[in-house]
């Protein structure tokens, strides 16, 4: 079954480390985001890339990294530098880039830092 | 700003009650407003797109109807397994690329 595959389900680090979450798609989609969510809060997009070797910055990219070298992959670094990295971290891709291309979702990584 | 407001944050309902969620949204010109469902620890799942006023979509006891200010999720005679939240998001005009504004959802609890 096609989907997005999001490893590992929960992560656990020490502050000032960096740590990278693994998201993969074989729905051969050109567009992978990535999204944070918090409680009460409504998702809020870090980084988006549209082709490979492409991405750009969402709202708060700050203290995030990313790279797209391969069409399915789309991995997040949480760097030393985001001061709130304790989250749930969503994956998405999108067919095309308009209204007509819903977004489909992995089922996340929890971060927590401590 | 696009900006989108779910109530209420929380809904518990008996078996069977029907009952409504709502979204509103300001929004520099809507290309498209989406609902979402998600189970706890899991991703959102898509369930709707609406384009336009007026519009509406099903799907099995799920209504989503659209205004030009807000949408309703209508859930007809609801089971426990409707339990979930369930997430509004607009897409505008504003900003680059795609950039989708999320409501902070609507906790439904359906109880036997």
């Known amino acids: 079954d096609g989907g997005i595959t999001q490893s590992p389900k929960y992560l656990f680090r020490k502050e000032g480390q960096n740590v990278t979450l693994s998201c993969e798609q074989n729905?051969?989609?050109?567009?992978m985001y990535w999204y944070r969510q918090d409680p009460g809060q409504g998702l809020r997009l870090i980084y988006y890339?549209?082709?490979?070797?492409?991405?750009q910055k969402g709202d708060i990219a700050e203290g995030y990294s990313v790279s797209r070298e391969k069409k399915e992959s789309f991995p997040l670094t949480v760097t030393s530098a985001q001061k709130n990295p304790t989250a749930f971290y969503l994956c998405a891709s999108s067919m095309g880039y308009g209204r007509d291309s819903p977004l489909h979702f992995g089922n996340g990584t929890r971060l927590t830092v401590t | 700003e696009d900006q989108v407001t779910q109530s209420p944050e929380a809904l518990r309902l008996q078996e069977g009650e029907s009952s409504s969620l709502n979204c509103s949204y300001t929004v520099s010109g809507l290309r498209g407003l989406f609902w979402y469902r998600q189970d706890p620890g899991k991703g959102p799942e898509f369930l709707f797109t609406?384009?336009?006023a007026g519009e509406e979509k099903e799907k099995e006891r799920l209504k989503a109807t659209l205004t030009k200010k807000e949408s309703f999720l209508h859930i007809t005679a609801p089971k426990p397994e409707d339990s979930a939240t369930y997430l509004c998001a607009v897409l505008g005009l504003s900003g680059s690329a795609r950039q989708l504004t999320f409501g902070s959802g609507t906790q439904l609890t359906v109880l036997p």
């Open positions: 890339s549209q082709i490979v070797n492409d991405f």
């Open positions: 609406l384009y336009s």
């Open positions: 729905l051969n989609h050109d567009a």
